[in-house]
């Protein structure tokens, strides 16, 4: 293993914050190593791309990192060799742990929000300097690692001032303060090179309509996203803008509510050129929809950007943020993903955290490997699936009858309500074909299956 070095101001610290672990390399789904991947192989050809090139997994920082395991019933139970630090001193050592953990796990990318790798300071002057000082330090790890900045992007939720929004918000000083937030997050996206930006209204939305002018909120919206637009071609930050769908929790409801929403407002504030999704599976459940159908819902209309790789846990009402282990959904999504023709800047990130009983370091790794696995197995599947034109074939044999007659004047708008009704007038039955829904997925399971068998 490298020795992990970066310069401070009074010289060079080496640290080993995972000495028990070595790099993770591939083995083979025979192998009973645990710390070791079973079926992701960076180096196989998936199409015409490497599966790391396919997948372009990214760590997140604040949930691997930051996340202490606390919830609303309990304190946090997660044990970390950074544990001991505070302030300053501990957001430098999880620096130097998170570069050690991405070099062992050997993932292109990682991505985070601002307060996550710097704590908040008494004024934004004070938080912004101690941003600086961990970008320095973060840039130069990144001289000497494989590893980029997927996304980067601001905390416009946590702090009590954003209570009513950011954004939205009824305040027009927090609509500064979090403008101001945003403006520093660009520079810092483009000073680490950055390939995406990442707009999360957390709290963007309403709790009640009673006390809420929607009107003003979304028109404030929009002219913030307009002046981050202006101001990242103003410092010449060329990365991609993402907006993360999520209907509730914090609000009610918020703006962002799903793709179809989304994109909708985009449409309206003429945004649409500007921003592509970063799609949750977390949050496409959260607003009553598959994983599969926000990505769909991106792809068809060319806005598919990048992918927060989680799955929540269907018995529970909220964003559980569990690392995926569900193959099917994997499976289904990553044939989405390749239709599209791959995630262009975008990536898959592990917006995942571990179980709170899952509290050693080694679990950070562990819970890594099951979500790359899992993606590895999908996109074999999923490719298969398009190489054989599984459900191409099943889809062009539902709709064949809008390729001739009737069917193809609609579809080429060469009719009317007339000919319609005389079409229908001449017709002696109407003929309809079983949707084989059972048939389907059964099909899939055996491709699945089949993928294990040749691992």
Same mark, same amino acid.
């Given at each position: 293993?490298?020795?992990?070095?970066?310069?401070?101001?009074?010289?060079?610290?080496?640290?080993?914050?995972f000495?028990?672990?070595?790099?993770?390399?591939?083995?083979?789904?025979?192998?009973?190593?645990?710390?070791?991947?079973?079926?992701y192989?960076?180096?196989?050809?998936?199409?015409?791309?490497t599966?790391?090139?396919?997948?372009?997994?990214?760590? $997140?920082?604040?949930?691997?990192?930051?996340?202490?395991?606390?919830d609303p019933?309990?304190?946090?139970?997660?044990v970390?060799?950074?544990?001991?630090?505070t302030? %300053?001193?501990?957001?430098k050592?999880?620096?130097?742990?998170?570069?050690?953990?991405f070099?062992?796990?050997?993932?292109?990318?990682?991505?985070?929000?601002?307060?996550?790798?710097a704590?908040?300071?008494?004024?934004?002057?004070?938080?912004?300097?101690n941003?600086?000082?961990i970008?320095?330090m973060?840039?130069?790890?990144?001289?000497?690692?494989?590893?980029?900045?997927l996304?980067?992007t601001?905390?416009?939720?946590?702090?009590?001032?954003?209570?009513?929004?950011?954004?939205?918000?009824?305040s027009?000083?927090?609509?500064?303060?979090?403008?101001?937030?945003?403006?520093k997050?660009?520079?810092i996206?483009?000073?680490?090179?950055?390939?995406?930006?990442?707009?999360?209204?957390?709290?963007?939305?309403?709790?009640?309509?009673l006390?809420?002018?929607?009107?003003?909120? %979304?028109?404030? %919206?929009?002219?913030?996203?307009?002046?981050?637009v202006?101001?990242?071609?103003?410092?010449?930050f060329?990365?991609?803008?993402?907006?993360e769908?999520?209907?509730?929790e914090?609000?009610?409801?918020?703006?962002?509510?799903?793709?179809?929403?989304?994109?909708?407002?985009?449409?309206?504030?003429?945004?649409?050129?500007?921003?592509k999704?970063?799609?949750?599976?977390n949050?496409?459940?959260l607003?009553?929809?598959?994983?599969?159908?926000?990505?769909?819902?991106?792809?068809?209309?060319? %806005?598919?950007g990048s992918?927060?790789?989680?799955?929540?846990?269907?018995?529970?009402?909220?964003?559980?943020?569990?690392?995926?282990t569900?193959?099917?959904?994997?499976?289904?999504?990553m044939?989405?993903?390749?239709?599209?023709?791959?995630?262009?800047k975008g990536?898959?990130?592990?917006? $995942?955290?571990v179980r709170?009983?899952?509290?050693?370091?080694?679990d950070?790794?562990?819970?890594h490997?099951?979500?790359m696995?899992?993606?590895?197995?999908?996109?074999?599947?999923?490719?298969?699936?398009i190489?054989?034109?599984v459900?191409?074939?099943i889809?062009?044999?539902?709709?064949?009858?809008?390729?001739?007659?009737?069917?193809?004047?609609?579809?080429?708008?060469k009719?009317?309500f007339?000919?319609?009704?005389?079409h229908?007038?001449?017709?002696?039955?109407?003929?309809?074909?079983?949707?084989?829904?059972?048939?389907?997925?059964?099909?899939?399971?055996?491709?699945?299956?089949?993928?294990?068998?040749?691992?």
């Amino acid at each position: 293993m490298k020795a992990f070095a970066i310069s401070r101001n009074w010289g060079y610290l080496f640290v080993t914050y995972f000495k028990d672990i070595n790099s993770i390399k591939y083995e083979g789904s025979n192998s009973s190593n645990p710390f070791a991947f079973k079926f992701y192989n960076p180096e196989e050809k998936i199409g015409n791309q490497t599966m790391e090139e396919y997948l372009r997994f990214g760590v $997140a920082y604040w949930h691997t990192f930051t996340m202490d395991g606390s919830d609303p019933f309990g304190a946090g139970t997660m044990v970390r060799p950074w544990n001991h630090y505070t302030g %300053m001193d501990l957001a430098k050592a999880r620096v130097e742990a998170a570069f050690e953990f991405f070099e062992k796990l050997n993932v292109p990318f990682f991505c985070f929000h601002d307060i996550d790798i710097a704590p908040e300071g008494s004024s934004l002057r004070e938080t912004n300097k101690n941003l600086d000082t961990i970008v320095d330090m973060i840039r130069g790890y990144m001289k000497d690692s494989k590893t980029k900045l997927l996304w980067n992007t601001a905390n416009n939720f946590t702090h009590p001032r954003f209570l009513h929004g950011a954004a939205s918000s009824s305040s027009a000083d927090v609509f500064a303060y979090s403008a101001a937030r945003v403006k520093k997050g660009l520079e810092i996206g483009k000073e680490l090179g950055a390939e995406n930006y990442v707009f999360w209204g957390g709290r963007e939305g309403y709790e009640t309509l009673l006390n809420t002018d929607m009107k003003l909120e %979304m028109d404030n %919206m929009a002219r913030f996203y307009h002046m981050a637009v202006d101001y990242a071609k103003e410092i010449g930050f060329d990365a991609q803008f993402l907006i993360e769908p999520k209907p509730k929790e914090p609000t009610t409801h918020q703006y962002d509510y799903d793709v179809a929403t989304s994109l909708a407002f985009l449409q309206k504030y003429d945004l649409q050129d500007h921003f592509k999704f970063n799609i949750e599976a977390n949050h496409a459940t959260l607003a009553g929809h598959t994983f599969e159908h926000e990505l769909r819902y991106a792809r068809v209309n060319n %806005m598919l950007g990048s992918v927060d790789a989680n799955q929540g846990d269907p018995l529970l009402g909220w964003d559980t943020d569990e690392f995926p282990t569900d193959v099917y959904s994997a499976t289904l999504a990553m044939y989405e993903i390749i239709k599209n023709g791959g995630l262009g800047k975008g990536g898959l990130n592990f917006d $995942a955290k571990v179980r709170r009983s899952s509290f050693t370091a080694e679990d950070l790794f562990l819970a890594h490997i099951a979500g790359m696995d899992t993606f590895a197995i999908g996109t074999r599947v999923a490719q298969k699936l398009i190489e054989d034109k599984v459900l191409e074939n099943i889809v062009d044999d539902r709709y064949e009858s809008y390729t001739s007659g009737i069917g193809l004047e609609i579809v080429k708008g060469k009719t009317d309500f007339h000919k319609l009704e005389e079409h229908v007038h001449n017709l002696t039955d109407v003929q309809l074909s079983s949707g084989r829904i059972e048939q389907i997925k059964a099909t899939i399971n055996q491709y699945i299956v089949k993928a294990y068998a040749e691992a």
